[in-house]
């Protein structure tokens, strides 16, 4: 494609060396780059793109985009323009052919749900026989193709050609996560969503935001930017959500569990198996626990209704969908116990998956296993151990990833918002695979452990290094279910 089509819609400050030139990539990584790729700098959080035009350069970059001014040999085009990484989303999308415009995307934030909402929502279009895509915390797909997933939401770059490949796989519909982060970093800019759906907003990735003001606005950026041929879904149950769509031009529908709102969901009937709901006034049966789940269920069946599906079909096909992998995923032990895998990691969704178990309780103890991550938000953590000891009748501390801290010291922190009478409750044990092992031989008949904070994760992350580690794996094990 030529330069000048990859760089239109962009205001360009300064423009040297030839716009028609052929190009035949976009990088923003100086070490991916090859012959006639067009490389972007990008002033990251971590390092500055433009320190590497020398290396791109090197590896054939044929033009640089930057917002700096830049010396590079002759031959090359250099673009300037005032923000790369505010152009870089409209480059990548120009330049994979705006992919999606050729099909009805749809994207999902908040804090907790976005991949429960997502991926079930792919698995429900593909039950109802659309090719469909999907870009999520697990797992990418390209209809039935598995690509793997190295972030919620990839670069603009590496999401235009994943959004590309769907469009040439004749995916009609794809639905992706979109985190605070890639709003805030515009890896989203340029494509165009169907849809919006806001699940909920409680503290997470203060690191990086700073403020939950911060955090909030980085959010709505997402539904601001939607157009008015598009649709916003959005939890009315959450106090943000009437902020989420002050300024947003789309269609907007609202759903709720507790108070008035277009969408309503009600449980009826409710066991660690699954519910019986009320949603939009059918009953329905799901394999799905707890009310969080509730809501998450109504905003999928509020998209696929937006979507154009028949309702009776939604409903139909909701029924036989199962819980995503470490959401809510119950292993029972041959003792007559059970435990609850989560990817709960901030007190919110602790609170949310916690709640649900003590509804299903049925007199049965709760035993509680968590911890918190390293190099992350450290007011979260004594947060989460009061939530844990506040909704658990023995509460473990363990370590989750500790990533470049030590374990022990995340314990400490932890601890350290508890009481003396609180304390009574807890032990902590910093080698998960042990924590996992006492709370299970401290289980008897009808008590129900959570191992919480990793979810679908298979692996810890010590120092940089990422070792094999599957809850699901250690709880089978210590159930004696395998060797």
């Not at 029924?319 to 435990?339: C, D, H, L, W, Y």
Request: charged share 25%; aromatic share 6%; with cysteine.
């Amino acid at each position: 494609m030529k330069l000048s089509a990859i760089l239109s819609q962009i205001d360009l400050l300064n423009v040297q060396g030839d716009m028609d030139k052929e190009i035949t990539g976009i990088s923003i990584d100086s070490r991916k780059v090859e012959p006639g790729h067009l490389f972007v700098a990008i002033k990251g959080t971590l390092s500055d793109g433009h320190s590497f035009v020398g290396k791109a350069v090197e590896k054939g970059a044929a033009a640089v985009l930057v917002s700096d001014e830049v010396d590079v040999p002759n031959g090359v085009s250099v673009l300037r323009v005032a923000d790369t990484e505010a152009v870089v989303g409209i480059v990548a999308t120009n330049f994979y052919g705006n992919p999606s415009k050729k099909m009805k995307l749809v994207g999902v934030t908040g804090t907790n749900g976005k991949t429960t909402i997502a991926t079930v929502l792919y698995r429900l279009f593909k039950a109802m026989g659309h090719k469909v895509g999907l870009c999520s915390t697990v797992c990418n797909y390209v209809d039935d193709k598995v690509v793997e997933a190295t972030h919620t939401t990839p670069d603009p770059v590496t999401l235009n050609k994943l959004l590309s490949e769907m469009v040439e796989a004749g995916c009609e519909y794809a639905f992706m996560e979109c985190s605070s982060h890639a709003i805030q970093q515009k890896r989203i800019g340029g494509l165009h969503f169907a849809g919006g759906i806001f699940t909920n907003l409680t503290r997470d990735h203060l690191d990086y935001h700073k403020t939950f003001e911060n955090y909030r606005d980085a959010k709505k950026a997402f539904f601001d930017g939607l157009g008015a041929d598009s649709f916003a879904i959005v939890n009315a149950d959450d106090k943000n959500g009437s902020v989420m769509v002050q300024n947003c031009p789309a269609r907007i529908v609202t759903y709720s569990v507790r108070t008035a709102a277009q969408l309503k969901g009600r449980i009826l009937e409710e066991s660690i198996e699954g519910m019986l709901l009320n949603i939009d006034g059918a009953e329905v049966s799901v394999h799905f626990v707890g009310r969080f789940n509730v809501l998450n269920l109504l905003a999928v069946y509020g998209a696929a209704k937006e979507l154009g599906m028949p309702k009776d079909d939604v409903l139909c096909a909701l029924s036989t969908m199962q819980p995503v992998n470490g959401r809510f995923e119950t292993i029972r032990s041959p003792k007559g116990f059970s435990a609850v895998v989560d990817y709960a990691h901030t007190p919110d969704a602790l609170q949310n998956v916690l709640t649900a178990i003590n509804e299903i309780a049925r007199g049965g103890k709760i035993i509680t296993v968590c911890g918190a991550g390293g190099n992350r938000d450290k007011g979260k953590r004594p947060l989460m151990a009061r939530e844990a000891v506040r909704q658990s009748d023995r509460v473990i501390i363990t370590s989750d990833n500790p990533r470049f801290e030590e374990p022990q010291d995340i314990i400490n922190d932890m601890l350290a918002g508890l009481g003396d009478e609180e304390l009574q409750k807890v032990i902590s044990i910093v080698d998960r695979r042990e924590a996992i092992r006492a709370a299970v031989m401290m289980a008897q008949k009808g008590d129900i452990i959570l191992v919480a904070g990793k979810g679908h994760e298979p692996y810890q992350e010590v120092k940089g290094v990422k070792h094999h580690f599957d809850d699901h794996e250690e709880i089978r094990r210590a159930f004696g279910l395998v060797s």
